[in-house]
């Protein structure tokens, strides 16, 4: 059974960093794109980032760009995102998922995590 893990999310100061990762297990996600989204109650999904299987494509939404950074390691079947300078509007929890091209739209994943919190403070 696919499954898609993520970690790293916890509670953080304005200004301050947290390193997410995402583990694949039960198949191998390498010729997959891979997309970080994130969300908070009452609201839609929102992309965040997606990273081409090879990793040499990189899309950003702009609320995040300068400050997130998607990165993946084929060879340990995970994902991260590097997130720096959070704001307390960063507050959410964030998915990851899996896809067969980069794409911005909820619908193009397939696979899906279960979801780690992120909480800025001010």
């Known amino acids: 059974q696919a499954q898609l893990v993520e970690s790293g999310g916890g509670l953080v100061q304005a200004g301050g960093s947290l390193r997410l990762s995402c583990k694949a297990s039960g198949r191998t996600f390498s010729w997959y794109a891979m997309g970080w989204f994130r969300q908070t109650p009452g609201k839609e999904r929102e992309f965040v980032a997606a990273i081409s299987w090879t990793g040499g494509s990189t899309n950003y939404a702009d609320s995040v760009k300068g400050r997130f950074t998607i990165s993946r390691d084929n060879a340990k079947n995970t994902v991260n995102l590097q997130a720096n300078s959070l704001k307390p509007e960063d507050t959410a929890v964030y998915y990851c998922?899996?896809?067969?091209?980069?794409?911005?739209?909820?619908?193009?994943?397939?696979?899906w995590g279960q979801g780690t919190q992120v909480t800025v403070s001010s």
């Open positions: 998922a899996a896809a067969r091209s980069v794409s911005e739209r909820r619908s193009s994943y397939e696979y």
